[in-house]
């Protein structure tokens, strides 16, 4: 059984409306940066009324969503609903510089986004639909069309990742697609269980939450 890295926070997580979508708000007192969290699967993290989340508890994202409030980010976890561009100047606010960590088809939302005119300082990308190779042909790569409209990105995978549709050769074509503008970290090891496309797999870094968050943390 997987436990979130950090089971439980002296952050008080609030809920926060943007523009008509709840989304999950974790504020540290002086807050260092900012990063806003887009869960994969259908993204609705189903937002309570003070901070809690009953959707995808479960993705790797949302898992360790305190992990990055205890490293002194200000956290955004996003809904599917709400729009990118209105979150990144939401958390712009609050503090800069401002990163936008997707991970698997959350990866899509985050490139559809972008495509609308987000302007986050940076975005990591974990699990993602990347490319052709990647086994969609919905990908970042599809939905930009122009590396030009990429920020400093970084790219996590696992390279036993097992889905379909995130595979590990859809990593290099997209870096080199991105002219300069991605680099990727790899994973190894942790555990692998049941559905490939799920969080319980390589797919979602089951037993490696603190290395991954350590590596997006870190990218600004």
Known sequence: MLLSLVSGSALADETVTIGGSRAVLIKPA??????????????????????DIHGLNFNQLVRTRNAYAARGLAVLVLDAGTSLSAAVQYMAAIKRPVTVIAT?????RAAEGIAGGARPD?????????????GSGQNVESI???????????????????CRLTLPAGVD?????????????????GTDQGDA????AHHGFNGQ????????????
């Open 30 to 51: 002086s807050p260092r940066a900012s990063v806003i969290l887009m869960p994969g699967g259908s993204g609705a993290i189903a937002a309570g009324d003070h901070g």
């Open 104 to 108: 698997s088809r959350g990866t899509i």
């Open 122 to 134: 940076a975005l990591v990308l974990t699990s993602g639909l990347l490319s052709p190779e990647s």
């Open 144 to 162: 930009l069309g122009s590396p030009a409209a990429l920020p400093r990105t970084l790219v996590i995978h696992h390279r036993q990742d097992g």
């Open 173 to 189: 074509p997209f870096v080199k697609w991105s002219a300069g503008r991605a680099r990727a970290v790899w994973v190894s090891g």
């Open 197 to 200: 496309c799920e969080a319980g």
């Open 209 to 220: 939450d603190g290395q991954v968050v350590g590596i997006a943390a870190g990218f600004r």
